[in-house]
Antibody
């Protein structure tokens, strides 16, 4: 059974940083594209970033470019999101998800974690 | 950037009835569309991909249709566990985008 378990969320002041983690099990992590998707309070889902199986390529939504960094450790079957220069609008539940790649650039998500809450407030 | 519009925002349905949810995209995505179910505090769940293919484990009462810019998720014979939020997602272009969601609530 595929399991994705996020951790690392919390309350942080504007301008602060956090490192989110996602522990994966039940599938061959090193062969899977992985994503972070977030949901702000009262809002819909927003794809944030994803990373190629070997970690060699990363893609980001424009609003987080230069502030967030996605990475992975295939030995530990873990996905990470370093979030820096946080803003109030980054407040959200952050989900780890496994990508299904149909063709290049065509991704949807077949497994999700339960999320970790990041609250940016002074 | 493709804009996704779901309607209605809220749908009130009685158990046993049919629910019809709509998703519209600002430009054609062919059949590159997925539907997800999301309950509060839980992980989102893939229901439909490729506009009409049910995901593993998705009950047969969930069906998807459409192509291009107009898509529909139909839930037949609504069960109590189906009351939730539903999102569509296009995977035709970057950035990947979700609709704003439709909440299916008990009438």
């Amino acid at each position: 059974e595929v399991q994705l378990v996020e951790s690392g969320g919390g309350l942080v002041q504007p301008g602060g940083s956090l490192r989110l983690s996602c522990a994966a099990s039940g599938f061959t992590f090193s062969k899977s594209w992985m994503s972070w998707v977030r949901q702000a309070p009262g809002k819909g889902l927003e794809w944030v970033a994803n990373i190629k199986p070997d970690g060699g390529e990363q893609y980001y939504v424009d609003s987080v470019k230069g502030r967030f960094t996605i990475s992975r450790d295939n030995v530990k079957s873990s996905l990470y999101l370093q979030v820096n220069s946080l803003r109030a609008e980054d407040t959200a539940v952050y989900y780890c998800a496994r990508d299904v790649v149909v063709i290049t650039a065509a991704h949807y998500f077949d497994s999700w974690g339960q999320g970790t809450l990041v609250t940016v407030s002074s | 950037e493709i804009v996704m519009t779901q309607s209605p925002a809220t749908l009130s349905v009685s158990p046993g009835e049919r629910a019809t949810l709509s998703c519209r995209t600002s430009q054609s995505v062919n059949s590159n569309l997925a539907w997800y179910q999301h309950k509060p505090g839980q992980a989102p769940r893939l229901l439909i991909y490729g506009a009409s293919t049910r995901a593993t484990g998705a009950p047969a009462r969930f069906s998807g249709s459409g192509s291009g810019t107009e898509f529909t998720l139909t839930i037949s014979n609504l069960q109590s566990e189906d009351f939730a939020l539903y999102y569509c997602q296009q995977f035709h272009n970057w950035p990947l985008a979700f609709g704003g969601g439709t909440k299916v609530e008990i009438k």
